[in-house]
C-alpha cells in the first residue's frame, strides 16, 4: 500500500485564487512528520512546510498553510493568493519516527500545479 | 553560498562506465542522504549517513557505493553505469532531532546513461 497519497495528478488554478493539494498518509507509527515540497521546472527541490504529528496547531509559512486532520491522515497543503510563480510539482513526504535518526523521506507522486493568468 | 551543493549538474555517459556524483553541505548539519528521482518524478530514499556512518541502504544495486570522507560530503559513486540508471540523483542533508530534522536539497544532477 502506498504511504504517501497524491491523488490530483495535475491542476489548472486562476491566478490569485486559493488551491489547495491533496496529501493522505498511512503509518502505524504514532510518532512522524509530514513535509511539502516544491519542484520547479528547473528541478530543484524546495522545502515548504513542516507538520509533526504531535502539533496542535496547523503549521503556517507565508502564503503556506498545512490542513493537518490526523483522524482522517490527511495533510494538504493551502496556498492562498496564487501567483504565477507557483506554477511547479508539488510533493507530500513523511518522515516516520520522531526524527531523531537519519530517517529517509517517503514521497508521493507529485502533483503538478499549473496557475494561469 | 549554496547550502547544499551537487557536482556535475548534468552526466553523460556510456553504458559500463563508472561515474561519481560529489555532494556538499555547509549547514553544519550532520546527516545526509541520496534519492533517485526517475523519469516519472517519483523520489526514493538510496542511501543515509549520519556522522559518517551508514544508516539506510535501500534495496539498491551494490554497483552504487556512496562514500562519506566526512560530515560535511556525501560522495555517490556508481560503477558498471547501466540504462535503468538513467534519472536525477538529489543529495540532501538535515540535523537529527525531532523537529528540527527538515532536509534540505542539493540542485540534482541528471545522469543520462547512453
Redesign the interface.
Given at each position: 500500500a502506498q504511504k504517501i497519497t497524491q491523488t490530483q495528478p495535475g491542476m489548472f488554478v486562476q491566478e490569485k485564487e486559493a488551491v489547495t493539494l491533496d496529501c493522505t498518509y498511512d503509518t502505524s507509527d504514532p510518532s512522524y512528520?509530514l513535509?511539502w515540497?516544491k519542484?520547479p521546472s528547473s528541478?530543484?527541490?524546495?522545502?515548504l512546510i513542516?507538520q509533526?504529528s504531535y502539533d496542535q496547531q496547523n503549521a503556517t509559512e507565508g502564503r503556506y498553510s498545512l490542513n493537518f486532520q490526523k483522524a482522517r491522515k490527511s495533510a494538504n497543503l493551502v496556498i492562498s493568493a496564487s501567483q504565477l510563480g507557483d506554477s511547479a510539482?508539488y510533493?507530500c513526504?513523511m518522515?516516520e519516527g520522531?526524527?531523531?535518526?537519519?530517517?529517509?523521506?517517503?514521497?508521493g507522486?507529485?502533483t503538478h500545479l499549473i496557475i494561469q493568468p | 553560498d549554496t547550502a547544499v551543493s551537487q557536482t556535475p549538474k548534468y552526466l553523460v555517459t556510456q553504458m559500463g562506465n563508472d561515474k561519481s556524483i560529489k555532494c556538499e553541505q555547509n549547514l553544519g548539519h550532520d546527516?545526509m542522504?541520496w534519492?533517485k528521482q526517475d523519469s516519472?518524478?517519483?523520489?526514493?530514499?538510496m542511501f543515509?549517513?549520519?556522522n559518517k556512518e551508514l544508516?539506510?541502504n535501500?534495496t539498491v544495486p551494490n554497483r552504487f557505493s556512496p562514500k562519506s570522507p566526512d560530515k560535511a560530503h556525501l560522495n555517490l559513486h556508481i560503477n558498471s553505469l547501466e540504462l535503468g540508471d538513467s534519472a536525477?540523483y538529489?543529495c540532501?542533508s538535515?540535523q537529527?532531532?525531532?523537529?528540527?530534522?527538515?532536509?534540505?536539497?542539493?540542485?540534482?544532477t541528471?545522469l543520462s546513461v547512453l
Amino acid at each position: 500500500a502506498q504511504k504517501i497519497t497524491q491523488t490530483q495528478p495535475g491542476m489548472f488554478v486562476q491566478e490569485k485564487e486559493a488551491v489547495t493539494l491533496d496529501c493522505t498518509y498511512d503509518t502505524s507509527d504514532p510518532s512522524y512528520g509530514l513535509f511539502w515540497y516544491k519542484q520547479p521546472s528547473s528541478g530543484e527541490m524546495i522545502f515548504l512546510i513542516y507538520q509533526g504529528s504531535y502539533d496542535q496547531q496547523n503549521a503556517t509559512e507565508g502564503r503556506y498553510s498545512l490542513n493537518f486532520q490526523k483522524a482522517r491522515k490527511s495533510a494538504n497543503l493551502v496556498i492562498s493568493a496564487s501567483q504565477l510563480g507557483d506554477s511547479a510539482m508539488y510533493f507530500c513526504a513523511m518522515r516516520e519516527g520522531s526524527g531523531g535518526g537519519a530517517d529517509g523521506l517517503t514521497f508521493g507522486k507529485g502533483t503538478h500545479l499549473i496557475i494561469q493568468p | 553560498d549554496t547550502a547544499v551543493s551537487q557536482t556535475p549538474k548534468y552526466l553523460v555517459t556510456q553504458m559500463g562506465n563508472d561515474k561519481s556524483i560529489k555532494c556538499e553541505q555547509n549547514l553544519g548539519h550532520d546527516t545526509m542522504y541520496w534519492y533517485k528521482q526517475d523519469s516519472k518524478k517519483f523520489l526514493k530514499i538510496m542511501f543515509s549517513y549520519n556522522n559518517k556512518e551508514l544508516i539506510i541502504n535501500e534495496t539498491v544495486p551494490n554497483r552504487f557505493s556512496p562514500k562519506s570522507p566526512d560530515k560535511a560530503h556525501l560522495n555517490l559513486h556508481i560503477n558498471s553505469l547501466e540504462l535503468g540508471d538513467s534519472a536525477v540523483y538529489f543529495c540532501a542533508s538535515s540535523q537529527a532531532g525531532p523537529r528540527v530534522d527538515i532536509q534540505y536539497f542539493g540542485a540534482g544532477t541528471r545522469l543520462s546513461v547512453l
